[in-house]
């Protein structure tokens, strides 16, 4: 599943490849808001971690993966 991740005051978002739920990455950042001081945590299919200070989220876009469609077809 594809996550992507604004940042205040950045140009570029955090895009992440992720073996969690969206279930689980949407859980984890409402937990991340309300905390105070919160840290959104979230890792990536290769096990790196993603460390974000919950008060520097611009917005979190959780995407599951989509199959690609391969050779020609009809609309």
Known sequence: MEVKIGVQ???RELVLESG??????????????????????LEDDKGRRILVPADK?????IAENETRRVGFGTI
Do not use: M
């Open 57 to 61: 989220l611009a917005y979190v876009e």
């Open 9 to 11: 005051f950045a140009t």
């Open 20 to 41: 969690q739920t969206p279930e689980q990455v949407a859980k984890a950042v409402a937990e991340a808001l309300k905390a105070d001081l919160g840290i959104l945590t």
